[in-house]
């Protein structure tokens, strides 16, 4: 699986985006997704993830009633939606693919970065 991350920006505290994260590959309905972030001179940390269904999906605490993550399996694309953003959301958010497996650890694939930038 070959993972595609866009939608990062500069935006404005309180502001919104949607990142977007497009598989290749055949199975991605048979892959747990998940969005983790890596803010300047932090370690990565998880922030949300959705199981291959779309039927359940976790958070970090520090983005809970945030964002939300999404998924459309027609279009082999999962989406962090974003608002409310904070300047301590700056980061660069990666997507990454598990099989078969809602976690916040130990993904198998994992795109390139896409840079949010948050502006106060």
């Known amino acids: 699986v070959q993972l595609q991350a866009s939608g990062g920006g500069l935006v404005l505290a309180g502001g919104s985006l949607r990142l977007s994260c497009a598989a290749s590959?055949?199975?991605?309905?048979?892959?747990?997704m998940g969005w983790f972030r890596q803010a300047p001179g932090k370690e990565p940390e998880f922030a949300a993830a959705?199981?291959?269904?779309?039927?359940?999906?976790l958070y970090a605490d520090s983005v809970k009633g945030r964002f939300t993550i999404s998924r459309d399996n027609a279009k082999n694309t999962v989406y962090l939606q974003m608002n409310s953003l904070k300047p301590e959301d700056t980061a660069v958010y990666y997507c990454?693919?598990?099989?078969?497996?809602?976690?916040?650890?130990?993904?198998?694939?994992w795109g390139q970065g896409t840079l949010v930038t948050v502006s106060s």
């Open positions: 990454a693919a598990a099989w078969l497996r809602l976690a916040t650890s130990g993904y198998d694939y």
């Open positions: 590959g055949r199975s991605f309905s048979s892959y747990g």
């Open positions: 959705i199981s291959w269904s779309g039927g359940s999906t």
